[in-house]
């Protein structure tokens, strides 16, 4: 009854631990900031939808949006024009759409593991093999060319900087090594940068720019706390881009019309609310890596970007079990292997959470694993 592309295609592991934990748990398992979105998008919004701004829209965007998306990203590459833009809904129609354009039966696409969950699935829809590279705690979870098996054929690399689940950011020289070796090898590049602005020390560094055979995918979700708005775009030359649109066209038709007003507004009006928001996160970033070093048994590198830690431990029990351990005793967090066979002795917590509940769900945590030890 079902099509074949469905078989193997479960549900994310992301949410399983979800169910295990009571009412009041403390929840250091989500994927999206607790804040609201800027009061002037909500506004604006608002202001849209009584506006009578309601219908369809054009496929690829309001123009006055994607100008504004242009403006910003030429930050990373000056020629980008309107006609380099898509916008989506988030992240993931972003991608989906552009995986569907470009990956068929027989392709492989070499993928991070430990690394977002839509990558995998997406690919085998597609027809595509996800073939995964790992990323070492040793190496700060940045990928290394050798670690990559290309053959044949292999017909694109993602690259998702900084990381979910491991917090990492890919430096220059790496983003340098991977374009040398997609340029020799004639491979695409997606580039998943949904987190781009939200780093700790330095800055963020782009493959927009560095590589012409690149897809971007970058989102409103997270930068500014939007995620159930469902509003993101994809970048590419306009020879790629006229096909992704076809390909979103027959997904979407369009964009959401008053979400992009609100888009637009978040993007026009004052940063200071990233600002303030990446500030919080660091805050909470520097508590949680100090809380979980100190239990022993745990190791926890500290997180360059987006808003998860990814520490490794040492008891003899596997991720997930260990996370099952620790939702009975009502904190979420997520096995590492929900990103990945790579993710074994490792969990996620997201430090989207005030630092009341993270102090409290680490110290939580540490009675779990006492009786480990
Ligand atoms: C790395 C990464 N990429 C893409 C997405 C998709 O986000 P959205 O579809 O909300 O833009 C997420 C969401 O968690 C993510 O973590």
């Known amino acids: 009854m079902f099509a074949p592309r469905m078989k193997d295609i479960k549900m994310s592991g992301i949410r399983k631990m979800f169910d295990l934990a009571?009412?009041?748990?403390?929840?250091?398992?989500?994927?999206?900031?607790?804040?609201?979105?800027?009061?002037?998008?909500?506004?604006?919004?608002?202001?849209?939808?009584?506006?009578?701004?309601?219908?369809?829209?054009?496929?690829?965007?309001?123009?006055?949006?994607?100008?504004?998306?242009?403006?910003?990203?030429?930050?990373?590459?000056?020629?980008?024009?309107?006609?380099?833009?898509?916008?989506?809904?988030?992240?993931?129609?972003?991608?989906?759409?552009?995986?569907?354009?470009?990956?068929?039966?027989?392709?492989?696409?070499?993928?991070?593991?430990?690394?977002?969950?839509?990558?995998?699935?997406?690919?085998?829809?597609?027809?595509?093999?996800?073939?995964?590279?790992?990323?070492?705690?040793?190496?700060?979870?940045?990928?290394?060319?050798?670690?990559?098996?290309?053959?044949?054929?292999?017909?694109?690399?993602?690259?998702?900087?900084?990381?979910?689940?491991?917090?990492?950011?890919?430096?220059?020289?790496?983003?340098?090594?991977?374009?040398?070796?997609?340029?020799?090898?004639?491979?695409?590049?997606?580039?998943?940068?949904?987190?781009?602005?939200?780093?700790?020390?330095?800055?963020?560094?782009?493959?927009?720019?560095?590589?012409d055979d690149l897809i971007y995918v970058n989102s409103f979700s997270k930068i500014y706390a939007m995620t159930g708005w469902r509003i993101g775009y994809v970048m590419a030359k306009e020879e790629y881009l006229r096909e992704i649109a076809k390909m979103h066209y027959y997904t979407m038709a369009c964009p959401p019309t008053p979400i992009q007003y609100a888009a637009l507004e978040a993007l026009k009006g004052s940063q200071d609310y990233v600002k303030k928001m990446v500030t919080e996160f660091k805050r909470r970033r520097d508590v949680i890596v100090d809380e979980i070093n100190k239990i022993k048994g745990f190791r926890c590198l500290k997180p360059k970007g987006a808003f998860y830690a990814f520490p490794s431990f040492t008891f003899n029990i596997s991720s997930e079990e260990l996370a099952m351990r620790i939702a009975a005793s009502n904190v979420i967090v997520t096995p590492g292997t929900a990103f990945g066979q790579n993710g074994e002795k490792h969990l996620r917590l997201s430090y989207a959470n005030s630092l009341e509940n993270i102090k409290k769900g680490v110290e939580i945590i540490g009675k779990v694993v006492e009786g480990l030890r």
Request: charged fraction near 30%.
């Open 22 to 211: 009571g009412e009041n748990a403390i929840h250091l398992g989500l994927g999206e900031p607790d804040f609201q979105p800027p009061e002037n998008a909500i506004n604006a919004l608002k202001k849209a939808v009584d506006d009578g701004c309601n219908k369809y829209g054009a496929t690829p965007g309001m123009p006055g949006l994607r100008d504004a998306i242009v403006e910003k990203e030429k930050r990373y590459r000056k020629d980008l024009t309107r006609d380099n833009v898509v916008v989506t809904a988030g992240g993931t129609e972003a991608l989906m759409a552009s995986v569907f354009t470009f990956i068929d039966k027989g392709d492989e696409v070499l993928i991070p593991d430990p690394g977002f969950v839509l990558y995998g699935p997406q690919v085998r829809l597609a027809g595509g093999k996800p073939v995964r590279y790992p990323l070492f705690e040793e190496n700060g979870f940045v990928p290394k060319i050798e670690d990559m098996r290309i053959t044949g054929k292999t017909k694109a690399i993602i690259v998702n900087s900084p990381s979910n689940p491991t917090g990492s950011v890919i430096d220059e020289k790496t983003i340098k090594a991977i374009v040398d070796v997609a340029e020799e090898k004639n491979l695409l590049i997606f580039s998943d940068e949904v987190y781009d602005e939200i780093v700790y020390e330095g800055k963020h560094h782009s493959f927009m720019g560095k590589y």
